[in-house]
């Protein structure tokens, strides 16, 4: 049998290192010249560097300002401190750099400092999502609140309108009449539809998430028939869970509508296209908290991009980035999935526009 070559196999950490590879935070061992001694697999990944390529090298080449470590190298060797810590960057092959908290502690072998980088994506995305949810829950409230205070006067207004017409004969002063009447009519409708949600009993069953996209995908094709492509990449193994499905069509249908109005240069082109995207994520953390596994369904466009103007508001009610628009869609699809115990995040940049919709699975 072929014997394998030592140097096709990835170097083999010292025993006293092999600890660090179990880790899941970013962990360099280095000299107090900055040289790398040990790297373990998290770093290797996060730097998109093989160990062998790491070690051996000055750390402080890793990150956008060498000098910081550099200092706090030396601040380790003449024992002006335990544990230093401080925000840096670090940068990656072929990725934008990573904000990471960095540890510096010396160890118990002399020459030696452990250096440990915590990313703070994580931390900011969970802190993006904690403001998610309680800005749904400040909105569900504002929204109930406002259409219950708006909704009676709308009623006495529109019937002192239906009144007063009965009583005057001049055409010109019926057409007043009529206006308001028509404009009490129109805004009892933004009532309803901001109190539908919170209306509407819950009516859970075995939901197909696939199936749901699938009805959405044909709403929206009957309605832009030409210059629009919706291309789908479904994970099949992603198994039914209990939920409302007419709520998770209607927030799926909003935001895919929102996309395909937003497209409407690229219809005319025939060039817009929209794609559901669904996968299985394990072991995920949204909402406050932790979930074994989740669905994660994208919905992405190649559309313009949301507006920087409304990018951190377009969960807020009655804001829109277009002419026209009420401004709830995207409301009300964060609000049914909420009500799922999910989450919908956006990133969006023009030519690219994901709506991510989390939700856990059993």
Same mark, same amino acid.
């Given at each position: 049998?072929?014997?394998?070559?030592?140097?096709?196999?990835?170097?083999?950490?010292?025993?006293?290192?092999?600890?660090?590879?179990?880790?899941?935070?970013?962990?360099?061992?280095?000299?107090?010249?900055?040289?790398?001694?040990?790297?373990?697999?998290?770093?290797?990944?996060?730097?998109?560097?093989?160990?062998?390529?790491?070690?051996?090298?000055?750390?402080?080449?890793?990150?956008?300002?060498?000098?910081?470590?550099?200092?706090?190298?030396?601040?380790?060797?003449?024992?002006?401190?335990?544990?230093?810590?401080?925000?840096?960057? *670090?940068?990656?092959?072929?990725?934008?750099?990573?904000?990471?908290?960095?540890?510096?502690?010396?160890?118990?072998?002399?020459?030696?400092?452990?250096?440990?980088?915590?990313?703070?994506?994580?931390?900011?995305?969970?802190?993006?999502?904690?403001?998610?949810?309680?800005?749904?829950?400040?909105?569900?409230?504002?929204?109930?609140?406002?259409?219950?205070?708006?909704?009676?006067?709308?009623?006495?207004?529109?019937?002192?309108?239906?009144?007063?017409?009965?009583?005057?004969?001049?055409?010109?002063?019926?057409?007043?009449?009529?206006?308001?009447?028509?404009?009490?009519?129109?805004?009892?409708?933004? /009532?309803?539809?901001?109190?539908?949600?919170?209306?509407?009993?819950?009516?859970?069953?075995?939901?197909?998430?696939?199936?749901?996209?699938?009805?959405?995908?044909?709403?929206?094709?009957?309605?832009?028939?030409?210059?629009?492509?919706?291309?789908?990449?479904?994970?099949?193994?992603?198994?039914?869970?209990?939920?409302?499905?007419?709520?998770?069509?209607?927030?799926?249908?909003?935001?895919?509508?929102?996309?395909?109005?937003?497209?409407?240069?690229?219809?005319?082109?025939?060039?817009?296209?929209?794609?559901?995207?669904?996968?299985?994520?394990?072991?995920?953390?949204?909402?406050?908290?932790?979930?074994? *596994?989740?669905?994660?369904?994208?919905?992405?466009?190649?559309?313009?991009?949301?507006?920087?103007?409304?990018?951190?508001?377009?969960?807020?009610?009655?804001?829109?980035?277009?002419?026209?628009?009420?401004?709830?869609?995207?409301?009300?699809?964060?609000?049914? /999935?909420?009500?799922?115990?999910?989450?919908?995040?956006?990133?969006?940049?023009?030519?690219?526009?994901?709506?991510?919709?989390?939700?856990?699975?059993?």
């Amino acid at each position: 049998m072929a014997r394998l070559s030592s140097k096709t196999l990835p170097p083999t950490p010292p025993v006293r290192f092999q600890a660090f590879d179990l880790l899941a935070t970013l962990v360099a061992v280095v000299r107090l010249d900055g040289t790398v001694v040990f790297a373990n697999s998290a770093l290797e990944d996060a730097l998109g560097m093989s160990r062998r390529m790491i070690e051996g090298q000055p750390l402080s080449d890793c990150f956008t300002e060498p000098h910081i470590l550099q200092g706090a190298l030396e601040g380790a060797g003449s024992n002006e401190f335990a544990a230093l810590r401080y925000d840096a960057w *670090l940068k990656r092959v072929s990725y934008e750099p990573l904000p990471v908290h960095v540890v510096v502690a010396q160890t118990d072998v002399p020459g030696e400092v452990v250096i440990e980088l915590l990313p703070l994506e994580q931390q900011a995305k969970q802190d993006r999502e904690e403001r998610l949810v309680d800005q749904a829950q400040a909105n569900k409230e504002l929204i109930r609140n406002l259409a219950h205070e708006i909704k009676n006067p709308l009623g006495g207004i529109r019937g002192a309108a239906q009144l007063l017409q009965m009583e005057i004969d001049s055409r010109e002063l019926i057409e007043y009449t009529q206006v308001i009447i028509h404009e009490a009519d129109r805004l009892q409708s933004l /009532v309803d539809r901001l109190l539908a949600p919170h209306r509407r009993p819950h009516l859970v069953g075995d939901v197909n998430i696939h199936e749901v996209c699938e009805r959405v995908r044909s709403l929206i094709l009957a309605e832009f028939p030409r210059g629009l492509k919706v291309v789908r990449d479904y994970d099949t193994s992603i198994p039914e869970f209990r939920g409302d499905r007419e709520q998770l069509i209607q927030a799926v249908l909003n935001i895919t509508h929102n996309a395909a109005q937003a497209l409407a240069e690229q219809v005319a082109a025939g060039t817009a296209e929209i794609s559901f995207r669904s996968r299985i994520v394990r072991q995920v953390t949204f909402g406050k908290q932790r979930y074994r *596994l989740a669905l994660e369904l994208h919905v992405i466009d190649n559309g313009p991009g949301v507006p920087d103007s409304i990018k951190d508001r377009i969960f807020y009610p009655l804001v829109s980035g277009r002419d026209g628009g009420s401004g709830l869609g995207l409301t009300l699809a964060q609000t049914f /999935v909420q009500q799922h115990h999910g989450l919908i995040e956006c990133e969006s940049v023009p030519g690219r526009t994901d709506f991510k919709i989390l939700i856990p699975l059993p």
